[in-house]
């Protein structure tokens, strides 16, 4: 099966449908949105994420994009589905937009005679495969899921800025499956596309769905637990929560990742898949009380956090943001900590002024001129009287005391990630972290 289509053009769908071009399918993208379609028509990337405009580049030949979804259909053997599905007021995912596709899609199905696969890829519901979209797909081409076509939930465990490294190199492949060939067909698609043998992990959709949103609970899960452990080594003199997490790190029960003690953590998934994950619990009729705690663990860091970055600012002085998406190599601003805490700051009287190397457009669409934008870090930090650093970009870490006023003097210095070096900033005005004893 070499043809595929790709349905959602977005931060998730581009790089996909780049990727498999790259790697030798040829792929039909389709999005309701023109200008991503014209984009990718052109060979240019929709969306910014590294390394996607090298495998447009690579995948040029076979890639093509249109505005009629069933004609990609129509056109190829596989479809990947990757629209939005937003989260809902009760803490669920829409369906809404994955529907609307069952229609174009089940249309071509229809006028097939040859055998179709359905590769659902946004993140849904548990139960939502099966009890919602399968039927609709029944419905509309009036054949059998299982027989005349295939069905497989398979979601993406990708971060946003490292988009391309994990789709050719993931850790495992989660597949949800409808029948036996559905999902031999897609881990043929990926035992192409992948440069190391990843694992893959089949099972029916129910169980494909909880696995998802499990991944993203337990993740977050760890990273209130290490912002916690900060918390409390900001009271305790002669504590440095990067000494606990290296070693609790060591025991393989354990391990290193995502176990910092920095920020809280936001972006367009952990914050809403872990709601998710408590309000099926709620839909159960039981509890996820682990999952509520690490939402209300997050809240509350940064709220903690945001206090003591207030405290280090002088009366009347002026803070300079850096960084402002909710990760490094991402210019994505969706539940982003840094905005929350800019925020915080403005309301309490702050001047600030901000810099990111991709979230300034985002910013400041959010913000407004409540904030100053600065072309650069250093232009950014040579005013301020207070300099936090918030998202552990690379290049922050040039920072140094002769790019701030007065060579640094009577400067405050906020590392939320401890990135720098601290004695050239103490020997000159403050240097803050969280994690590392009282102030
Ligand atoms: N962004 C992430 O980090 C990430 C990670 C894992 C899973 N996901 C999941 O992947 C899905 C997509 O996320 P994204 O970040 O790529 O979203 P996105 O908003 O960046 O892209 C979605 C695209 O789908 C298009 N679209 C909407 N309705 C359509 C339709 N009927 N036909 C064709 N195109 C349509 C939109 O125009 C948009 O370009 C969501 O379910 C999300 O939860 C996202």
């Given amino acids: 099966m070499s043809r595929v289509s790709v349905i959602g053009l977005g931060k998730l769908g581009a790089p996909l449908a780049a990727v498999l071009a790259a790697r030798g399918f040829t792929v039909v993208g389709a999005d309701v949105n023109p200008a991503y379609v014209e984009a990718i028509g052109a060979g240019r990337a929709p969306v910014v994420e590294p390394r996607l405009q090298e495998f447009l580049d690579a995948g040029k030949a076979r890639l093509s994009a249109t505005t009629e979804v069933e004609r990609a259909v129509a056109e190829t053997d596989a479809t990947f589905i990757i629209v939005p599905t937003p989260s809902q007021a009760d803490g669920g995912f829409a369906l809404d937009y994955v529907l609307k596709t069952a229609e174009p899609i089940g249309r071509a199905i229809a006028a097939k005679t040859g055998y179709h696969l359905v590769v659902l890829t946004s993140t849904v519901m548990p139960g939502d495969t099966d009890s919602r979209f399968r039927p609709a797909l029944e419905r509309v081409s009036g054949k059998r899921c299982g027989v005349d076509f295939g069905l497989c939930y398979n979601p993406e465990f990708i971060a946003l800025g490292n ?10 492949i989660l597949i949800g499956e409808s029948d036996r060939r559905a999902g031999d067909v897609l881990q043929a698609i990926y035992e192409r596309v992948c440069e190391k043998a990843p694992a893959f992990a089949r099972m029916n959709f129910v169980n494909a769905e909880l696995a998802k949103i499990s991944v993203n609970s337990f993740v977050t899960m760890r990273i209130s637990f290490a912002n916690q452990l900060a918390r409390m080594c900001d009271r ?38 872990n709601v ?23 809240r509350d860091y940064l709220d903690h956090l945001g206090q003591r970055i207030l405290a280090c600012v002088p009366k ?19 539940e982003s900590p840094s905005l929350a805490l800019a925020t915080t700051l403005l309301a309490a009287g702050v001047a600030v002024e901000a810099y990111d190397p991709l979230a300034m457009p985002e910013s400041r669409a959010k913000l407004g001129e409540t904030v100053a934008w600065a072309s650069s870090m250093a232009a950014c930090v040579a005013k301020a009287d207070a300099v936090i650093l918030l998202v552990p970009w690379a290049e922050f870490r ?5 790019l701030l006023k007065n060579g640094g003097a009577g400067v405050a210095v906020f590392d939320c990630w401890r990135q720098l070096a601290p004695a050239p900033f103490q020997a000159q005005g403050r240097y803050l972290c969280p994690g590392l004893g009282p102030d």
């Fill in 163 to 172: 988009v391309i490294h994990d789709m050719l190199r993931p850790d495992f």
């Fill in 236 to 273: 305790l003199p002669g504590a440095d929560v990067d000494v606990i997490t290296g070693a609790i790190g060591l025991d393989s029960r354990i391990g290193k990742k995502y176990l910092k003690g920095a920020v809280s953590f936001g972006g367009p998934c952990f914050p809403r898949d």
């Fill in 276 to 298: 998710a994950f408590a309000r099926l619990a709620a839909r159960l009729g039981t509890e996820a009380p682990m999952a509520q705690a690490t939402d209300r663990v997050n």
């Fill in 316 to 334: 009347a002085g002026r803070a300079a943001l850096l960084g402002l998406a909710y990760k490094p190599d991402t210019g994505v601003t969706e």
């Fill in 398 to 402: 040039q920072l140094t005391p002769a």
